[in-house]
């Protein structure tokens, strides 16, 4: 049994504390570990610029090996967040996965896992904006709403101007991603002619080395990218396919 075992940046202690529930879940297997420790900062970068994550899950899917975690509750600022990254590593290489403080997540249960994060993350964000509805109706009635600690709010937002800068700047930004996504869609649109799904597509943009939208937009970066299920899906929605 081989194993790669990532160890989550965080500082020295903690990482030490990792290492020691991970060799916990894998004592008397008999497993070949390859350690792969990512300095403390970086796992605050997005999946695609972290460069010892990646490597430990290369290293998986080329060797055949499980995809060794102390927990997930770290991996990403988010939980649906790291359920969805594991659920897309399963997808497309079919890698194993073994969690040491949660035996639940495996290789067969992520795809249920990460559905059911992703319906919770929705059900918050629906009831947020019921609440931000709510004040604005109260402020239009009243020009004021009281919050349960007793503060008074006469107005939702930050200031006008910033507000249209920012939407500028997200225009902006829009047009970039557009250009991005022009130079790969013929790939990703033959991929789809030939009834590939998101999870084939990303494997054929990465052996063929299609440098993905982040990298791109970060050219003058040094990073470790990939294409993922969900980067072609995004890409696919865009386009309104």
Same mark, same amino acid.
């Given at each position: 049994?081989?194993?790669?075992?990532?160890?989550?940046?965080?500082?020295?202690?903690?990482?030490?504390?990792?290492?020691?529930?991970?060799?916990?879940?894998?004592?008397?297997?008999?497993?070949? #570990?390859?350690?792969?420790?990512?300095?403390?900062?970086?796992?605050?970068?997005?999946?695609?610029?972290?460069?010892?994550?990646?490597?430990? #899950?290369?290293?998986?899917?080329?060797?055949?090996?499980?995809?060794?975690?102390?927990?997930?509750? @770290?991996?990403?600022?988010?939980?649906?967040?790291?359920?969805?990254?594991?659920?897309?590593?399963?997808?497309?290489?079919?890698?194993?996965?073994?969690? *040491?403080?949660?035996?639940?997540?495996?290789?067969?249960?992520?795809?249920? &896992?990460?559905?059911?994060? @992703?319906?919770?993350?929705?059900?918050?964000?629906?009831?947020?904006? /019921?609440?931000? @509805?709510?004040?604005?109706?109260?402020?239009?009635?009243?020009?004021?709403?009281?919050?349960?600690?007793?503060?008074?709010?006469?107005?939702?937002?930050?200031?006008?101007? &910033?507000?249209?800068?920012?939407?500028?700047?997200?225009?902006?930004?829009? #047009?970039?991603?557009?250009?991005?996504?022009?130079?790969?869609?013929?790939?990703?649109?033959?991929?789809?002619? /030939?009834?590939?799904?998101?999870?084939?597509?990303?494997?054929? &943009?990465?052996?063929?080395?299609?440098?993905?939208?982040?990298?791109? *937009?970060?050219?003058?970066?040094?990073?470790?990218?990939?294409?993922?299920?969900?980067?072609?899906?995004?890409?696919?929605?865009?386009?309104?396919?």
């Amino acid at each position: 049994m081989r194993v790669g075992a990532f160890i989550i940046g965080a500082s020295e202690d903690n990482q030490k504390t990792q290492r020691k529930r991970i060799k916990a879940l894998l004592r008397d297997t008999g497993a070949d #570990v390859k350690w792969y420790t990512e300095p403390d900062g970086r796992q605050r970068r997005d999946a695609e610029d972290r460069i010892e994550l990646n490597a430990c #899950v290369r290293y998986c899917r080329t060797s055949d090996a499980t995809l060794a975690l102390h927990s997930i509750s @770290d991996l990403f600022p988010k939980k649906w967040q790291a359920l969805t990254f594991l659920k897309h590593q399963v997808e497309m290489y079919d890698i194993d996965v073994a969690v *040491a403080d949660d035996p639940i997540i495996s290789k067969g249960s992520l795809h249920v &896992l990460s559905a059911a994060a @992703d319906a919770q993350r929705h059900k918050i964000a629906k009831k947020s904006k /019921q609440a931000i @509805d709510s004040i604005k109706a109260k402020l239009e009635e009243e020009g004021k709403y009281t919050a349960r600690n007793g503060r008074t709010i006469t107005r939702l937002g930050i200031h006008e101007k &910033l507000s249209e800068a920012s939407a500028k700047g997200n225009e902006a930004q829009a #047009v970039l991603a557009r250009e991005r996504d022009d130079e790969v869609w013929p790939i990703i649109e033959r991929c789809q002619e /030939q009834g590939m799904g998101y999870a084939a597509t990303a494997r054929h &943009l990465n052996a063929l080395g299609i440098l993905t939208p982040a990298a791109r *937009a970060r050219h003058e970066r040094t990073t470790n990218m990939e294409w993922y299920a969900s980067t072609v899906r995004n890409i696919v929605l865009r386009r309104g396919k």
